[in-house]
């Protein structure tokens, strides 16, 4: 059988190289090939970005990725397995992909990459949401890349995109939709990898806004949700008490009622009661 790229099929590549799925490293893999390029679009125009993708295994969405223009692909892979499957997709696009043999976490491979930056991948459940944590917040946060687009647990993509009064809305959807428009595009049932997971996926695209929804100091502004959604059950005079004494004057100042909950703050409003901490 042939395709796009003249590489074998991926169920011929994992079995060639013994890639059995290891569930300690979060290993569901996509082996259909139109779908890894319906994903590599949903990313947007690839052909004048550089590509970092985390977690290739395979090499499924490699693939996709690079049939679908990216000027360069930075694929980061802790598995040492998957280092010949990728060595052979590196041959068929001489100079466009450059493997790193390691630990997501332990490394800040956008470093090494040219402005645009697209950031695309299926990751892997354990570590998905620690990464988008980083990246969206300093140093790795815009205008360091121009686009997340990202597979996580379907439960997780609704958090993200979330609206205030739901009660999936917290820190993940202040953070992300303070930095940039996250829009849920594409969602996957379990039989769409392989081993099949037990929960539903979501593709989430982070578009990358220039300079934040609103104004707000970073560190505050988390400070003040992590605190609220936290105790998400209190009153926000309750469970922001011990962010400073004087806290219902803020609320009161920044529009709050201080008798609201956490999830009743709209982004606007948090972004304000942060100004408020902050100028005193
Ligand atoms: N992108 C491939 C696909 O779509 O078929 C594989 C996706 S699989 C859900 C997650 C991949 O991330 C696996 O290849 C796994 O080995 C890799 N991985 C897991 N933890 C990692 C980490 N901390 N750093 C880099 N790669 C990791």
Known sequence: MTTFDGLPPLRDVIQTHGLVAKKSLGQNFLLD????????????????????????????????????????????EKDSRAMGPLSEISDVYPGRLEVINADALDINPLEQLTAP??????????????????????????????????????????????KPGNKTYGRLAILSQWRTTPRLVLELPPEAFSPPPKVHSAVVHFEA????????????????????????????????????????????????????????????????????????
Do not use: H
């Not at 300093?138 to 609704?158: C, D, H, I, K």
């Not at 469970?239 to 100042?253: F, H, N, Q, T, Y």
């Open 33 to 76: 090939l139109n779908l890894t390029s319906k994903i590599a679009r949903l990313a947007g125009d690839l052909t004048k970005c550089d590509v970092l993708e985390v977690g290739p295994g395979p090499g499924g969405l490699t693939r996709g990725l690079l049939a679908e223009g990216a000027r360069k692909v930075l694929a980061v």
């Open 117 to 162: 930056v697209r950031i695309v991948s299926n990751l892997p459940y354990n570590v998905g949401t620690e990464l988008l944590i980083r990246w969206l917040t300093p140093p790795t946060w815009p205008p360091y890349w121009a686009s997340l687009t990202l597979m996580f647990q379907r439960e997780v993509a609704n958090r993200i995109v979330a």
């Open 209 to 280: 806004l220039e300079k934040p929804r609103f104004e707000a100091d970073a560190k505050v502004l988390e400070r003040i949700v992590a605190a609220g959604f936290n105790q998400r059950r209190k009153m926000l005079r309750a469970s922001l008490k011990g962010v400073k004494p004087e806290i219902e004057d803020d609320l009161r100042a920044a529009g709050i009622k201080p008798t609201d909950r956490a999830e009743q703050v709209s982004l606007e409003g948090w972004c304000a009661l942060a100004r408020e901490i902050a100028k005193t």
